[in-house]
C-alpha cells in the first residue's frame, strides 16, 4: 500500500472506533449498536430526503421543471458542507493532535495534505450522498430523464462538495489563525464559531420563514426559488443547466471551476501547510505570573467550575450543544416582533395560530433536545479521568456538577423564551406556566438521559474531541430519543388538545425522578469502575 | 500507612495483571516498587489510590479499606502518574486553587504552600499560563506541586522522575526525604535501579504480576547491586 493508503487506513483506525471494535472484545456488542444506530439515522435522513423530492418534483412536473428541485438539494448539500466543515477544519486538516509524529516520518507533504484533504472530501461526500442519491432516484421516477442524466448527475455528484469545502476551509482557518493569536484562544474560537453559525442561521430563517409557500405550492413558487438559490450560489445555474438540459458546456464549466478550485486550494494549503499548522497549534505563554490571592470555593462550587471551563474551552461542544438554545432565541424573537405572521405562509394555514400555541412548550422543548452537554460530558474526561477519580470526592457531586452546566444552560433560555412565546400568544393562564414547566421537565430530561447515555457508552480514548461530540452513540441516542419524546405528545396534542401538554410533563416528570435516582446510584458506581 | 494483602487484579479474557501481591509500606518508608514494563506495577499503583477496581484481596491506607472507605483513604493520599495529563483548558494556578478547593486547604495555608512549591520547582512565572502550553517536564512539575499542597500523608507515584530535568529531579529527592522525615510514606515504581537503591530504604520487585521479592534494601540485594539481583531474578 502505498504512503497515502497508508495515512488513510492511519485516520480510518483512530477515528472511528474500528480497530477498538475489532480488537476489544467487550466493546463489540456497543460499537455493533452504534453502528446500527448511524445506519439508521442515514436511513431517515435518505428516506426524508426521497419524500420531499417525490413531492416536490410532483408538483413540477406538468411545467417539467422538475431539475430545479435537483438544483435546490445541491445548494442545500453544498450549504450542510460548508457549515460542518468550518467545525471539521481545525483538527482534520490544521492542528490535528498526531501532526508532529505524522510530519516526522519519510513521507511527502503533499502526500500528508492529500490525505487529510481526503478526509475532508469523504466525511463530505457522505453527506453530499444521503441528499443527492435520494434526490436522484427521485428525479428518475418523476422526470424519466435522458440515459445522459446518469453520466451527467454522477459527474457532477462528485464535484459537488468541493467548492463548499474550500470555502469552508478558509472560513474555519481565519477563525483558527485569529483564536491561537490570543492568549484564551478557546474563548476567542468560541465566540467566533458562535457568531458564524448565528449569521448563518439568521440567513437560514428568513429563508425558512417563507419556506411555507414553497411548500404549499411549489409549483408556482419554484422559479423564484430557483432565482434564488441560483443567485445566491451561481453554480447551481450551471448544474441545473448540466443535469437539467444535459448542456455540455455548463457541465464543463461546472467541473472546471470546481476541480480547478480545488486544485488552486491545494497548492495553496501545500504552500501555507507547515505555517498555519505552526501558528493554529502554538501556544501563547506569557510567563510573568506573579503570586495573587487565591480565591477559595467549596468542592461542590470547585467542581462545577471545572464543567463550566472544560464546556466553554471547546467552540464545538458549546455550538453542538447550544444550536438548540440559539436557534430558540431566533424562533421566539421573530415570533414576538411579527407575531404569528412572522413565520411566513405557515400562519394562513387554518387553525395554525391555534396549534401553535397549544404546541408552544413541546416547540421549545423541541430546541433543547437538539443538543445535550451531558452527552458527552463524561467522555470529554478522556485523559484527565484519572484526575477525578483520584480525587476525594463524591462521585454524586462530579455527576451532578455535569448536569448543572446543562440546566445552566436551559433555565435562562427557558426562561426568557417561554416569556417571549407568551407574549406573543398571550395563552390561557394553565399554559402560560407549562410554557415554562414543560421545557424545564424536557431539559432536565435531556441532561439526565444524556448522561446516562455516556455513562453506558463513554469513550475516553478520542484523538479528536469532535469524534465524541458529534459522531458518539450517547449524542446520537440523546437526540433520537428527545426528540421522539417531543414528537410523540406533540401529534397527541394536535388531536385530542391541549391536556396532553399536562399529561406529557407529568410523565417527563415522572421519568426526571426515575432518572435522577437511577444516575446518584448505579451511574455513580459506574463512574467509578471507569 | 498502606497495607496490600493478597492483591489480584485479573483483567477482561482472564489475563492475572496481578496475581496475590502483599507487602507493607510503614510510616517513614521510601519505598520502590520495580519491574519490567507491564508486569503490574501501574496496575497495583491505580489499585492503590482507588481508580482500579480489583477481584480480591485488601488494601488498606492507614488502617481503612480503600474499598470501603475511598474518600477518607483519598483525603490522605496523593497520586502522581507516569504521563500526567492535566486540565489543558486550566491555568497552572487554576488547577492548583482547583486541587486546594478539593482539600479544602485553608486560604493561608494553601498560598503559602504554593508559593512555596512553585519557586523550589521554578515555575511560578509560568503559573498564569494555561496548561497546554506547559511543556511535559512543567506538567510534572505542577502534578507534583498538585500532590504536595495538602500534605498527603502517603504520596504515590509512578515513575515519578521520567521527564524531570535533573535540577527538579534533585528536588524531589529531596522533598521525598522531607516527607518521611515527617512521618509520611512513599509508594512508587520505577525504571532507574540506581534512582531506587539511592532513595529508597525498601524495595519490592515485581515480574509478570507475581512478587519476587520484597523488604529492606539490604534484604532484598545482599552484598550484589541492585541491578544485579534485579536481572538475576527476571531473567529465572
Known sequence: MNNLGLLLKAYMRTSFGFNKARYTHEKRTKSTGMTVLMVFCYAVVIFAVFGICMGLMSSLAPLHTEYMVLNLMMVAASVMVLFTTIYKVNGTLFGFRDYDLQMSLPIRTGTLIASRILVLYILNALFVLAVMVPAGVAYAIIAQPAALFYPFFILTFLAIPLLPIIIATVIGT????????????????????????????????????????????????????????????????????????????????????????????????????????????????????????????????????????????????????????????????????????????????????????????????????????????????????????????????????????????????????????????????????????????????????????????????????????????????????????????????????????????????????????????????????? | MLEIKHFTKSYKGGTKAVDDLSLTVEDGDIYGFIGHNGAGKTTTIKAVVGILEFDSGEIEIDGMSIREKPLECKRLTAYIPDNPDLYDNMTGIQFLNFIGDIFAIPKPEREASVKKYADLFEITANLGDLISSYSHGMKQKLAIISALIHKPKLLVLDEPFVGLDPKAAHTVKQLMHEMCENGSAIFFSTHVLEVAEKLCNKIAIIKGGRLLRAGSIEEVKGDESLEDVFLELIDE
Open chain 1, 174 to 530: 481565519l477563525i483558527a489563525v485569529a483564536a491561537s493569536r490570543v492568549k484564551r484562544k478557546s474563548g476567542l474560537s468560541v465566540v467566533l464559531t458562535v457568531a458564524a453559525f448565528m449569521v448563518f442561521m439568521i440567513v437560514w430563517m428568513t429563508f425558512w420563514t417563507n419556506s411555507g409557500d414553497i411548500m404549499l405550492d411549489f409549483a408556482d413558487v419554484g422559479d423564484m426559488v430557483n432565482g434564488v438559490v441560483t443567485s445566491v450560489y451561481p453554480l447551481a445555474a450551471l448544474y441545473g443547466n448540466a443535469v437539467g438540459s444535459y448542456d455540455v458546456l455548463s457541465l464543463l464549466l461546472f467541473l472546471l471551476i470546481s476541480f480547478g478550485a480545488f486544485a488552486v486550494f491545494t497548492a495553496v494549503v501545500a504552500k501555507l501547510f507547515k505555517r498555519l499548522n505552526t501558528s493554529i497549534t502554538t501556544t501563547r505563554a506569557a510567563g510573568d505570573y506573579k503570586m495573587t490571592e487565591l480565591r477559595t470555593q467549596s468542592p461542590k462550587k470547585a467542581l462545577y467550575q471545572r464543567e463550566l471551563k472544560r464546556y466553554f474551552s471547546s467552540s464545538q461542544y458549546v455550538l453542538n450543544t447550544a444550536v438548540g438554545p440559539l436557534l430558540l432565541v431566533v424562533v421566539a424573537i421573530i415570533l414576538l416582533v411579527s407575531g404569528v405572521d412572522g413565520l411566513g405562509t405557515y400562519a394562513d394555514i387554518p387553525g395554525f395560530d391555534y396549534f401553535l400555541t397549544v404546541n408552544a412548550p413541546l416547540a421549545i422543548a423541541f430546541f433543547l433536545a437538539l443538543g445535550s452537554t451531558t452527552a458527552v460530558s463524561v467522555s470529554l474526561e478522556g485523559k484527565n479521568l484519572w484526575i477525578v477519580r483520584s480525587l476525594p470526592v463524591d462521585t454524586r457531586l462530579v455527576l451532578k456538577a455535569k448536569l448543572n452546566v446543562s440546566l445552566v444552560l436551559y433555565i435562562p433560555t427557558i426562561a426568557v423564551c417561554g416569556t417571549l412565546f407568551n407574549l406573543a400568544l398571550s395563552p390561557q393562564p394553565l399554559h402560560a406556566v407549562m410554557t415554562y414547566a414543560l421545557p424545564l421537565a424536557y431539559g432536565l430530561f435531556i441532561a439526565l438521559f444524556g448522561l446516562k447515555a455516556n455513562l453506558d457508552s463513554p469513550n475516553f480514548d478520542w484523538t479528536n474531541e469532535v469524534t465524541v461530540i458529534k459522531q458518539s452513540k450517547p449524542t446520537l441516542l440523546t437526540l433520537l430519543v428527545g426528540v421522539v419524546l417531543v414528537a410523540v405528545p406533540a401529534i397527541f396534542a394536535a388531536m385530542a388538545g391541549s391536556f396532553v401538554i399536562v399529561i406529557a410533563f407529568a410523565a417527563v416528570t415522572a421519568l426526571d425522578i426515575l432518572l435522577y435516582r437511577s444516575l446518584m446510584t448505579k451511574g455513580a458506581a459506574q463512574f467509578e469502575r471507569f
